[in-house]
């Protein structure tokens, strides 16, 4: 019986790191009135590690990142080669982190 128990014990902490640490970045890209910005080019990185996604929004201005692993990233938004801003999160425990950018309807055009 305790050998069991050690084993499955064993067995359950090797798993858990793999599938405890990771989550979710998400958000929208949109100007100043609420307009969606598609196609703006989407950055996760973390320059500790060298950790880097990349992904473009939808027509609707959404993007996201699955299972993106705990730590502090850099999200940054271009679109066709112009900087629309970043932001710094801070991604310590499982879940889904929302990182909406309002940018200027003017730059993007």
């Known amino acids: 019986m305790k050998k069991t ?3 499955i014990l064993c067995l359950y902490l090797l798993v858990l790191p793999a599938h405890a640490g990771n989550g979710r970045i ?3 890209v949109a100007d ?3 307009q969606p910005v598609g196609e703006a080019r989407v950055e996760v990185s973390r320059e500790i590690s060298h950790y880097n996604l990349v992904t473009f929004t939808t027509s ?3 993007y996201s990142f699955n299972d993106v692993p705990l730590g502090i990233y850099l999200v940054s938004v271009t679109h066709k080669g112009v900087f629309l801003g970043d932001q710094t ?4 425990l499982p879940g889904n982190r929302e990182v909406r950018f309002i940018v200027d309807r003017a730059i993007v055009e």
């Open 5 to 7: 128990f050690f084993f």
């Open 89 to 92: 999160v801070e991604f310590m």
């Open 26 to 28: 998400f958000g929208v």
């Open 60 to 62: 609707g201005g959404e």
């Open 32 to 34: 100043e009135s609420g």
